[in-house]
């Protein structure tokens, strides 16, 4: 009876688990490619062409969950073989409770996924019309299987801080670029959704659980993350985490950063604007 209760337990922490990597993570880059131009005035042009990954609406692993029966007793407390009408009762109670959480479960995504349910089939085309209403998303496909392929590029003043993506009635949604102004004139570029934490690794800090649930289940597909970003200026570059370091531009000069599933560490820069 023990085992029972302890199986359906961790089965539940399994999916809450998931639930939070999914809200903590929800969108990812596929093939892309990015480009930032920084002037040193503070003008800026950023562009972003290829495949978004919206985890949500991706393949999830097959349900693994199973009924298992519970041990019945006699009137002396000793145990004994179950009768078919009980187990039809215990499995009644198993079907009424899974299909109890499976809801709460959806409608908790909903919530935090705007309204749109990551189960509906019409989800893909739903998000691609919400995202297609906002300025600088030129073009918006759904692919199938959480995939988008997207044409992006935005161009402003950095008269305030920047952060792609966003999603417009979304609580919250993981940034792939972020730029920062600080008052001392220099401004931070961090680019943490092209790092190993945006990436199918970032599933590692999960796995000595799963593992201990009898293992990751098969079935689960994520794309993969395959780009690069370049970030061109004329401002001074005070700090830059590139292999090959700045590099001769056209416009001054360039930074570019390669990035897949096994980046080890999210771009970042750090750039002084002309006072």
């Given at each position: 009876m023990t085992f029972g209760f302890t199986r359906r337990t961790g089965t539940i922490l399994t999916a809450a688990v998931l639930t939070l990597f999914l809200t903590a993570c929800l969108l990812m880059p596929g093939k892309f490619a990015a480009d930032l131009d920084l002037s040193r005035t503070g003008n800026f042009s950023f562009r972003y062409n290829g495949e978004i990954v919206f985890l949500p609406l991706t393949k999830k692993p097959e349900d693994s969950e199973k009924f298992e029966a519970k041990s019945c007793f006699g009137d002396e407390g000793e145990e004994r073989e179950c009768s078919a009408s009980e187990l039809a009762v215990q499995k009644s109670?198993?079907?009424?409770?899974?299909?109890?959480?499976?809801?709460?479960?959806?409608?908790?995504?909903?919530?935090?996924?705007?309204?749109?349910?990551?189960?509906?089939?019409?989800?893909?085309?739903?998000?691609?019309e919400k995202l297609s209403r906002q300025a600088g998303w030129n073009k918006v496909e759904s692919k199938g299987n959480g995939v988008f392929d997207v044409e992006f590029a935005i161009t402003g003043t950095l008269d305030h801080d920047f952060v792609f993506p966003t999603i417009e009635g979304f609580p919250m949604a993981n940034a792939f670029v972020q730029i920062s102004k600080r008052r001392d004139g220099t401004v931070r570029i961090d680019a943490p959704g092209f790092g190993q934490p945006a990436s199918p690794l970032a599933m590692g800090g999960m796995m000595?659980?799963?593992?201990?649930?009898?293992?990751?289940?098969?079935?689960?597909?994520?794309p993969v993350t395959k780009g690069r970003f370049t970030l061109r200026t004329n401002a001074d570059i005070l700090a830059n985490n590139t292999d090959e370091g700045p590099q001769t531009d056209p416009v001054g000069q360039r930074l570019d950063w390669d990035v897949s599933s096994g980046t080890p560490a999210p771009p970042t820069a750090l750039l002084r604007l002309s006072e």
């Amino acid at each position: 009876m023990t085992f029972g209760f302890t199986r359906r337990t961790g089965t539940i922490l399994t999916a809450a688990v998931l639930t939070l990597f999914l809200t903590a993570c929800l969108l990812m880059p596929g093939k892309f490619a990015a480009d930032l131009d920084l002037s040193r005035t503070g003008n800026f042009s950023f562009r972003y062409n290829g495949e978004i990954v919206f985890l949500p609406l991706t393949k999830k692993p097959e349900d693994s969950e199973k009924f298992e029966a519970k041990s019945c007793f006699g009137d002396e407390g000793e145990e004994r073989e179950c009768s078919a009408s009980e187990l039809a009762v215990q499995k009644s109670d198993w079907e009424k409770e899974r299909a109890g959480r499976e809801r709460m479960q959806a409608e908790s995504a909903k919530s935090f996924l705007g309204g749109i349910d990551p189960s509906d089939p019409e989800a893909g085309r739903e998000l691609a019309e919400k995202l297609s209403r906002q300025a600088g998303w030129n073009k918006v496909e759904s692919k199938g299987n959480g995939v988008f392929d997207v044409e992006f590029a935005i161009t402003g003043t950095l008269d305030h801080d920047f952060v792609f993506p966003t999603i417009e009635g979304f609580p919250m949604a993981n940034a792939f670029v972020q730029i920062s102004k600080r008052r001392d004139g220099t401004v931070r570029i961090d680019a943490p959704g092209f790092g190993q934490p945006a990436s199918p690794l970032a599933m590692g800090g999960m796995m000595p659980f799963l593992a201990s649930e009898g293992g990751m289940p098969e079935g689960g597909e994520i794309p993969v993350t395959k780009g690069r970003f370049t970030l061109r200026t004329n401002a001074d570059i005070l700090a830059n985490n590139t292999d090959e370091g700045p590099q001769t531009d056209p416009v001054g000069q360039r930074l570019d950063w390669d990035v897949s599933s096994g980046t080890p560490a999210p771009p970042t820069a750090l750039l002084r604007l002309s006072e």
